[in-house]
């Protein structure tokens, strides 16, 4: 206890008196300190590079704040403030979470941030290059062979598919000009 606190316990005639006064003082149960709290929970963020576990004590303390002054939280609140407020990194892993099929609960959700941050931790990693990568990696054509071979259906020239053929409008095997667009349309539909 602080000495600028004295003055508030002196005349306690307790402990139970004495922890009242400075409960009384220093957690308001007023309106205006529950719209305050709340609105610190809800909008709590982590930055990139933040502590993950001073992170999720910070919003566990907002919690505890928020049941002490009577607004309390419900766990279902407690995780989605969490995980709502994590950083972009954790992108993938809250998308993994939340496609569980179960509801998720605090000790699951807080005892796989703490993993994947000592994973991150090991692999000298924040995350983002990693997520970053998996998002900006060239895209892999599937089903096709890397070299083009025959002639294009929708002009008849060889090297190229329809899907490459530029936009506008180009003639057609048979002489006629219509768009590309409109050429896709139409044999799609037949």
């Known amino acids: 206890m602080e000495d600028s606190q004295l003055p508030l316990v002196r005349s306690a005639s307790g402990a139970y008196d004495a922890w009242s006064r400075l409960e009384g003082h220093f957690e ?3 309106l205006a300190n529950k719209l305050f709290l709340r ?21 566990k303390t907002l919690a505890k704040q928020l049941d002490a002054v009577g607004a309390p939280v419900s766990e279902d609140d407690l995780v989605i403030t969490l995980l709502g407020s994590l ?5 993938f892993l809250i998308t993994a979470l939340e496609s569980r ?10 005892s796989r941030l703490l993993h994947e941050d000592m ?3 090991e692999q000298g990693s924040d995350g983002v290059a990693a997520g970053q990568a998996l998002m900006t990696g060239e895209k892999k054509r ?18 190229h598919w329809i899907a490459d053929v530029p936009r506008g409008s180009m003639t057609t ?7 590309v667009r409109m050429w896709r349309t139409t044999k799609m539909k037949t």
């Open 101 to 110: 099929a179960d509801s998720l609960s605090w000790e699951p959700v807080t």
């Open 87 to 91: 950083s972009e990194s954790f992108a």
């Open 173 to 179: 095997r048979n002489g006629s000009v219509r768009s």
């Open 28 to 30: 308001k149960k007023s």
């Open 119 to 121: 994973k991150r931790k």
């Open 39 to 59: 609105r610190r929970f809800f909008t709590a963020k982590m930055e990139e590079g933040d502590d993950v576990l001073s992170h999720i004590n910070k919003i």
């Open 142 to 159: 599937s089903g096709r062979p890397f070299k083009k071979t025959g002639a294009c259906n929708y002009c008849g020239e060889m090297g």
